[in-house]
């Protein structure tokens, strides 16, 4: 069976059940602080379970796209090296908000799994929950019995709290789960060895495919349990998974969801993938497996993020892309002997593969290979500089064991790979300390979690029951109450109260806005709110103290000139937007925005810089729809279909409902819900402030408006002014910069031929100075020249004569620098090499450098290391 089929008869089956068919959302997350990505079916669903939200239905089916870097079993260090854990995963699941619980989740499971997909009984162990006396939780009797029914008691295995008792976090909704594991071993292997002893023992051909998770508890900060006032179920089956049981395979990479991508990497390597049915094979073959396993793992990951809005980057979820993409890289230069960029022509297999059901792979493909062609190309140049840090690294070293810590600054500082050292060395007959490399990095990851600790304590509810609202549309000032308090403490900020009101007008940080800021005020206080944000649908106002008294009525009020300097920023970035695509044309889309009250900045995908006559252009078109006066035409709340058929801009990687916010402002219509201004006039203006590369076919405007627009023109004419003042106050100031412009051009020269001459002069003088040394011509000197001109000098000097050996250093701006010639009959005779020269000397004046083995130059930031440089370079011609 297609993989295709197997997902399509999941839906359909539970469809079939009376559960409403939902797409996935997309894999990252942007409007959920607690988590980067989706990591579990469960995750776009979270303000259901924790009852702040209505689903549309009470039961819902979907296939979720998953990303896991951390955590049990899913270190990323560890991909690869087995056959059914992956970065990247699709979980099938079915879910029920209150409605159907245990017997239904677990008759369902089995009759899909045995009836409709065929898998023998035999080959099936289930588990259910043993209890836990130290949380007062019993043993799930219930499913037990349920089980009873439909499979034999000694396929039924009790689970430890730590198997079979599932929780979203450290604290909200939990409760016991009943797994399902497949046993896919050969019938001799079956007989040797009962399959009920390997279930959760990591054993690659007795898996677990699927988990039903019976939601009745709520974990509390204080570690206790309560039980929730509905109870639900939340499945996941794992699709990979699933594909190797129903496709007879004895490892997810040997199914069609991963074979075309391994077929392309074999066709691009002219390497051989070998699948798990083939047995003894050698440690060279092993390793070509893994690498190849890693690639079309992490590709699919990357792809995906990228599709859905996320690119590389240094921080945050995009380090996470960023790092994912180079560990595949790695693999591929390291094992598979790629030198060039390669994993980009993936894409296509995983677009044709997957663009049916998931069609954001598909429209979003060549953004999607553009990005991951620069990261690899990049990348590869970073692997190129890290070989020779770590050249540098060796030559320091006495013996054949380097230091662990030199090893951990090339992986952290430099983002050279651990296992790529570890073979290099090798190759030498050395090694790293492996336990002072460890010490390292446990020492930065404690520094990085201690910096990112949040203790979060329970909610405190004053007004029971869902009653916040959000009225900030429509005012900017609200009598409210609180309805719920919490506490939360952090390194990085300390103690903060979240605070969430029954009617706010606090616009929350989303869609690219940032958070309202304002006071709260009481007959006696006044409350700052300094931040705004959306939690599981929770309004949350950030405050350093709580009113004294929490029971009262209070006034809330939003920062007006902030708010309204963010509304005009908003809405410009929508006419912003409609004037890229009308004057860039349609392929332009959004990849990103910040709307705040100072600025604005949007990316956007495009192949080419835009150029000043198109951003002229944009610009007047912004700014003609602000002197048009177009008011605001808002749909608060349309259709979806209707909103997309009246031409309204969809954004790929958000998520929407069946009812969405629509503004118009003239021909710009967007699916939008931040704040905005009434009519454009309230804009006043708009100006680019600048235009560049985010990276492969991203580009990123950013832009002010209003009263910074004025500040913008006023700075303009102070500085215009100064220039004046400067140049004697010209009648024609243009006339008079070109002109000092043409003097400074016929300055540059007379100095050009100046310095010429001084090297000439030096050139001359110095080839006097040649010594013979073991029948080398041989110069070492200083001298006081430019950086430029040393490099000219050093070449000049040592084409004059046959057999030459040329080092000089000079000092430009207080830093130093070193130049090597060496005569291409040395080259080839002596086995000389100028860049290990300046490699090896470069370490005395704290720099290093390179080039070809004739000539080589280098920089430092040692100037007192010269001396030692011009002594010690004698040693290479002894």
Known sequence: MKSQDIRKQFLHFFESKEHLIVPSAPIVLKDDPTLMFNNSGMAQFKEYFLGNATPKSNRIADTQKCLRVSGK????????????????????????????????????????????????????????????????????????????????????????????????????????????????????????????????????????????????????????????????????????????????????????????????????????????EVKNISEDQNKTNIAIRVIVDHVRAVAFAIADGQLPSNTGAGYVIRRILRRAIRYGFTFLGTKEPFINKLVEVLAHQMGDFFPEIRTQQQLVTNVIREEEASFLRTLDQGLQLLDNVISNTNGDEVSGAKAFELYDTFGFPKDLTALILKEKGMSFNESEFDVSMKAQKDRSRAASEVSTEDWNVLIPGNVETFVGYDQTENDVKITRIRKVDSKKDGILYQIVLDNTPFYPEGGGQVGDKGKLFSANETIDIIDTKKENNLILHFTKNLPSKLDGIFNARVNWPLRDNTAKNHSATHLLHKGLRDILGNHVEQKGSLVSPYHLRFDFSHYAKVTEE?????????????????????????????????????????????????????????????????????????????????????????????????????????????????????????????????????????????????????????????????????????????????????QAIGTSRPNSFVFLASIEDGLPNIHCYISKELVAGKGLNAGTVIRELGKYIDGNGGGQPFFASGKGKNRNGIKEALEKVRDFIK
């Not at 080959?123 to 019995?145: H, R, T």
């Not at 003609?624 to 709340?637: F, G, S």
């Open 73 to 276: 079993h899913n270190d990323l260090e560890d991909v690869g090296f087995d056959t059914y854990h992956h970065t990247m995963f699709e979980m099938l699941g079915n879910w029920s908000f209150g409605d159907y619980f245990k017997k239904e989740a677990i008759n369902w499971a089995w009759e899909l799994l045995t009836e409709v997909y065929k898998i023998p009984k035999e080959n099936l162990y289930v588990s259910v929950f043993e209890g836990n006396k130290e949380e007062n939780v019993p043993f799930d009797q219930e499913a037990w019995d349920i089980w009873k029914t439909l499979i034999n008691e000694d396929r039924i295995i009790l689970g430890n709290k730590k198997d079979n008792f599932w929780e979203m976090g450290e604290q909200g909704p939990c409760g016991p789960c009943s797994e399902i594991h497949v046993d896919l071993r050969t019938d001799e292997e079956k007989a040797a060895v009962s399959g009920k002893s390997l279930v959760n023992n990591d054993h690659p051909q007795v898996v677990e495919i699927w988990n039903n998770v019976f939601m009745e508890f709520n974990r509390k900060a204080d570690g206790s349990l309560e039980k929730l006032p509905a109870r639900h179920v939340d499945t996941g089956m794992g699709f990979e998974r699933l594909c190797m049981a129903l496709q007879g395979k004895t490892s997810n990479y040997d199914t069609d969801v991963f074979m075309p991508l391994i077929e392309k990497v074999e066709q691009i390597t002219g390497l051989k993938y070998t699948s798990n």
């Open 614 to 794: 198109q951003l002229q252009k944009i610009e007047d078109f912004v700014n003609t729809n602000v002197q048009n006066h177009l008011n605001l035409v808002e749909h608060r709340n349309i259709p979806i279909k209707e909103a997309l058929e009246k031409g309204a801009m969809a954004l790929f990687g958000e998520k929407y409902g069946d009812s969405v916010r629509m503004i118009e402002f003239g021909d710009s219509k967007e699916l939008c819900g931040g704040i905005h201004v009434k009519n454009t006039a309230e804009i006043w203006h708009f100006k680019i402030i600048s235009e560049g590369a985010v990276a492969a076919g991203i580009r990123r405007i950013e832009a002010i408006t209003g009263d910074a627009v004025k500040d913008y023109f006023s700075q303009q004419e102070t500085d215009l002014d100064a220039i004046k003042e400067t140049l004697k106050n010209p009648q024609d100031i243009l006339k008079a910069v070109v002109s000092l412009q043409d003097d400074n051009a016929k300055l540059k020269k007379q100095i050009e031929q100046l310095l010429k001459e001084k090297v000439e002069g030096l050139k001359d003088n110095l080839v006097s100075e040649f010594q013979e040394v073991n029948a080398i011509n041989f110069l070492s000197k200083q001298v006081d020249l430019s950086m430029a001109s040393a490099k000219d000098l050093a």
